[in-house]
């Protein structure tokens, strides 16, 4: 049986690999799409979902633009170093007949949500700016929502954007603050197993020896995408954050040590600015306290991630 899934999202590169996942994965009713600005503008986001489910063959899912600035300050451009201008390494996607549906991000998500109650599988991979005004809408989101994953934060792994502050999180971090503290059915998979699981050249050129549009496109985004990495890994390969995330949610990646424990963020302006307060000091009895309303923390996943995403991805 189909179970219903929204995405919200910030397409980006490993954001069109999670679309990928869900396009390519049985089971997953994808119900509606939306945007949020955070590696480029919510508009532009959208032009690239709309593209990418059409070349994936589900031109009918609705996608809707999201917040295009954040609850407490403006978006002040994206993050072309890593993803390009346009979002997906520069790469030029055949455009699609569908535009955005007039409907807000926000409001979709709500609709989607009193759509499936109990049973939307909602997964927000960018700025979590859209959930919080959905939040605003439908104050009962938590309990309308079923199980929601979030790529996004860092427990004990180091930042990305700074010292402690992960991207999405860093972007609006009083929309994470609420979303963390809203009483969501909410797992984190964060820095701390997302930094673990990369794909290499080899898998990029096992994407192109595929030769579909999507894996060729998907492979020629990789290449921008590897550029930026290999500062940090001194090699050229990609971490899987997004796809990683998708791959949770739709049960096919098991967590392996994923403590259920509260998390806040720091929404000041002092210099943890960003940063998601995960209370892990159970880790010295092995983490035998459930609290409730907690966030599942992802903190390692078992198995080969880069080769599932692989045989996945080809399927496209
Ligand atoms: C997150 O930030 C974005 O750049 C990626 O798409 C991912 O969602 C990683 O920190
Ligand atoms: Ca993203």
């Known amino acids: 049986m ?5 995405l919200d999202c910030d397409t980006g590169i490993d954001d069109a690999m999670a679309i990928g996942w869900l396009a390519a994965t049985p089971g997953v009713d994808l119900v509606g799409v939306s945007t949020v600005s955070g590696n480029l503008d919510a508009a532009g986001g959208a032009r690239n979902t709309l593209d990418l489910l059409a070349m994936m063959g589900r031109p009918d899912v609705p996608v809707s633009v999201g917040a295009h600035d954040f609850l407490d300050h403006a978006y002040s451009g994206g ?12 790469v030029t996607l055949p455009r699609a007949a569908a535009e955005p549906t007039g409907t807000s991000g926000a409001q979709a998500i709500v609709d989607a949500a009193r759509a499936h109650p109990g049973e939307l599988n909602l997964l927000a991979i960018g700025p979590f700016t859209n959930i919080a ?17 979030v790529m996004g934060g860092a427990a004990m792994a180091p930042g990305n954007v700074s010292e402690l ?20 059915d909410l797992t984190m998979i964060g820095l701390d197993v997302t930094m673990k699981h990369v794909f ?25 995408y590897y ?22 949610a739709t049960g096919e990646v098991e967590l392996a040590v994923a403590p259920t424990v509260p998390v806040v963020v720091d929404h000041t302006d002092g210099p943890g600015r960003g940063q998601t307060i995960a209370d892990l000091r159970d880790v010295y009895q092995g983490f035998p306290t459930v609290y409730p309303g907690g966030t599942r923390v992802a903190l390692e996943i078992s198995g080969d991630f880069a080769g599932t995403l692989l045989e996945r991805l080809s399927r496209l």
């Open 165 to 184: 502050a992960e991207a999405n999180v860093a972007n609006d971090p009083l929309a994470a603050h609420t979303v963390f503290t809203a009483g969501f």
């Open 79 to 90: 993050a072309p170093e890593v993803h390009g201008v346009n979002g997906i390494g520069e």
């Open 2 to 6: 189909n179970a219903p899934f929204f």
């Open 227 to 248: 550029a930026f990495y290999a500062q940090r890994y001194g090699r050229p390969c990609a971490v899987l954050h997004d796809p990683l995330a998708a791959a949770v």
């Open 133 to 149: 005004l959905a939040l605003e809408l439908e104050p009962r989101l938590p309990e309308l929502v079923g199980r929601f994953t």
């Open 200 to 224: 290499e050249e080899s898998h990029r050129q096992e994407l192109l020896a595929v030769g579909t549009p999507v894996t060729t496109a998907i492979a020629q985004m990789l290449e921008y």
